[in-house]
């Protein structure tokens, strides 16, 4: 396929990636709260409903990960660091147990039921994501190490001519 030529200027690029970066965040929280919704409103048991905005949710969460760790990035505010990752993951957390419970209480109406599973599914969620999020900073750092090296390798090749 031939490679078409670019007819924007610096400004109009900047723009355009501007819009293209709003717009693929509002897709992914967008997908994100109308799942929410559903589970609350269909529950976990009728996964077939938000099966196809899963896939693709998980896709786009998938590829903004690896795409940011192959190129040495974190986070434009957050620190890479074990705190960091604690508190994410309380948010997490705090946000399944919360939904799980109301869909449970849809449910059961059930007060004392519905606080239980919002509690399993809370620590569930505090451990797996705070696992997931420290092994990926493992491998941040990892790459993070790669790519300096990668880099004093150039400079000193530069040095050398």
Known sequence: MKKRKNRLDEMQEQKLLKIEHNACWLAFWGL???MFGQIIYYGVERAEVFFGEW???MCLAVYIVAACIRNGIWDRTL???LKTNLYTSLIAAVAGGAIRFAAAYRKY???RGALA???????NILIICFLCMSLGLWIYWRRVEHLEAE???ERSDEHKK
Request: glycine share 22%; aromatic share 10%.
């Open 79 to 81: 620190r890479p660091s």
């Open 151 to 153: 880099g004093d390798e």
């Open 117 to 123: 599973v919002g509690g399993i599914i809370f620590g």
């Open 32 to 34: 994100l709260a109308v």
């Open 55 to 57: 896939i693709v949710f």
């Open 109 to 111: 109406g059930n007060v």
